[in-house]
Nanobody, 118 residues
């Protein structure tokens, strides 16, 4: 499975941005998907995840209520809608896939830069 993340950019605090992650193969029925991010000088951190059916999501406390993950299985695409962006959201955002029978996110996209100015 290859993942291609896109949609990053430079925005101002309070703005919204939507990231997309397109999979090279059908992931809807066999993969859970996640978004993670890594800010300069910091470790990669969990942002949120969605299960293979799209019926369940989970978010880091830092983004809860502002970010929403959704998926379109017909398009093999997962989205990260980011609202009320803050400068501390600045990071490279990665999407990742985990087989439903697996324990780790084995497949990763290349990352897309999000920069939020104050």
């Amino acid at each position: 499975v290859q993942l291609q993340a896109s949609g990053g950019g430079l925005v101002q605090a309070g703005d919204s941005l939507q990231l997309s992650c397109v999979a090279s193969a059908r992931t809807g029925s066999t993969f859970d998907m996640a978004w993670l991010r890594q800010a300069p000088g910091k470790e990669r951190e969990f942002v949120g995840k969605i299960n293979w059916t799209g019926s369940s999501t989970d978010y880091a406390d830092s983004v809860k209520g502002r970010f929403t993950i959704s998926k379109d299985n017909a398009k093999n695409t997962v989205y990260l809608q980011m609202n009320s962006l803050k400068p501390e959201d600045t990071a490279v955002y990665y999407c990742a896939a985990r087989h439903i029978k697996g324990t780790i996110y084995r497949y990763w996209g290349q990352g897309t830069q999000v920069t939020v100015s104050s």
